[in-house]
């Protein structure tokens, strides 16, 4: 009787090697579905009455260092004046009311009447937004962009780029990961909107940052109307602090698990052939 104990544990053995392949596929799912999860987010409700301005944070994570911004008479970025609220720590759902200021004889730009926000993330990226007073229907046919490490160039020899008269640019160069190294303040004043004229020069060039931070395009067009093109960042801000390894599992993530998942079956087969096996030499003994 004391002969068959042996196989009898070799059994329990196959048994063991089924629970550690389980056991190893769950971890790697595991550590997949931990690579490509989502960083939270910041965005804001924005609401004009008269001459103020309310935000609310509808983001998961918290802004800090808030600087509003709007045009002057002469197309220059000025700070507004906050009226109740914390600009420097605005949590989500919190609130924030600012003063534009009057302003007489806006045009150009000013018709739209943008709103600039720029803030910073628990990290120190930079980060911006635009909110429009008067909101401009989107340019259905994008002019081409490209780039070319911090410079973006939108060209204009696009089939609707010659209806453009002139084009307004919104950008606020981002320097990437060099920001970290200093202290942020949001009394820096952005750069002023470009004013470019398709007549007078086919490319318009702008500075974006190492980075390569998107912008805002208002075109328009000889019968006045403004339409508003959107060129996203060259990289999402803070992914140069992101190991090359987790930015190449988070884009191969679809992939990766399907290989995992196949692997997992092979393993699996492999387990219970070898559980089969064992349990046939139990028999044998017997």
């Not at 550690?20 to 999860?37: C, E, K, Q, T, Y």
């Not at 019968?223 to 090359?244: I, S, Y």
Request: some cysteine; charged content about 15%; overall charge neutral.
């Amino acid at each position: 009787m004391p002969v068959f104990d042996q196989p009898k544990f070799n059994c329990f053995q196959g048994l063991c090697l089924f629970d550690w392949v389980r056991r190893f596929v769950a971890l790697i799912w595991l550590l997949v579905a931990s690579s490509v999860s989502q960083a939270g987010s910041i965005g804001f409700a924005v609401e004009f009455a008269g001459d103020e301005v309310s935000i609310v944070n509808k983001g998961s994570d918290a802004g800090y260092q808030l600087a509003l911004w709007t045009l002057d008479a002469s197309a220059k970025w000025r700070k507004m004046q906050v009226l109740s609220g914390n600009s420097n720590y605005l949590p989500p759902e919190g609130s924030l009311k600012a003063l534009r200021g009057v302003t007489r004889g806006v045009k150009g730009l000013g018709r739209v009447d943008p709103l600039l926000i720029i803030l910073y993330d628990q990290a120190g990226s930079h980060i911006v937004q635009v909110a429009w007073h008067q909101s401009p229907l989107l340019f259905p046919s994008p002019l081409v962009s490209q780039r070319d490490g911090r410079r973006l160039d939108i060209l204009a020899g696009h089939s609707n780029g010659a209806r453009i008269v002139t084009t307004y640019a919104i950008v606020d160069p981002y320097k990437g990961i060099a920001q970290l190294a200093h202290a942020f303040s949001p009394e820096l004043v952005p750069p002023d909107p470009v004013h470019h004229v398709w007549a007078d020069r086919s490319i318009l060039s702008l500075d974006t940052g190492e980075g390569q931070m998107g912008g805002w395009l208002v075109h328009e067009f000889a019968d006045g109307t403004q339409q508003l093109q959107v060129v996203t960042d060259g990289m999402v801000p803070g992914a140069e602090q992101v190991p090359v390894w987790l930015r190449w599992l988070r884009a191969n993530s679809g992939t990766l698990a399907w290989v995992v998942a196949g692997l997992g079956g092979v393993l699996v087969f492999v387990g219970c052939l070898g559980l089969g096996r064992v349990r046939s030499v139990c028999l044998d003994l017997k």
